[in-house]
Nanobody, 113 residues
Framework: QVRLVESGGGLVQAGGSLRLSCAAS????????MGWYRQAPGKLRELVAI??????NYADTVKGRFTISRDNAQNTVYLQMNSLTPEDTAVYYC????????WGRGTQVTVSS
């Protein structure tokens, strides 16, 4: 099992930036996917960005604005979010893929217009 702890959420004005961090409680091999999903009120949880030894994928809505990075030595994944818009408002969840399949508790990101 693994515990994931997110941090870095908050309130920001449109056009601003935030950096989310997710620290895992144990070592995660680099090939294991780690990434971020988000869920806005009344909407389904959706993929934001994910990275593994096979590459990195972004949702079309965040391409060019968000950057995911990973520090395997620190068992941490980051999400740099720039040019934020109110549509980015959501709870952001950290995720570790198979075989661990674990979720963090989420961190709220609110973008005001």
């Amino acid at each position: 099992q693994v515990r994931l702890v997110e941090s870095g959420g908050g309130l920001v004005q449109a056009g601003g930036s935030l950096r989310l961090s997710c620290a895992a409680s144990r070592s995660i091999v680099s090939i294991t996917p780690m990434g971020w999903y988000r869920q806005a009120p009344g909407k389904l949880r959706e993929l934001v960005a994910i990275t593994s030894g096979r590459g990195t994928n972004y949702a079309d809505t965040v391409k060019g604005r968000f950057t995911i990075s990973r520090d395997n030595a620190q068992n941490t994944v980051y999400l740099q979010m720039n040019s934020l818009t109110p549509e980015d408002t959501a709870v952001y969840y950290c995720y570790v893929g198979s075989p661990l399949n674990a979720w963090g508790r989420g961190t709220q990101v609110t973008v005001s217009s």
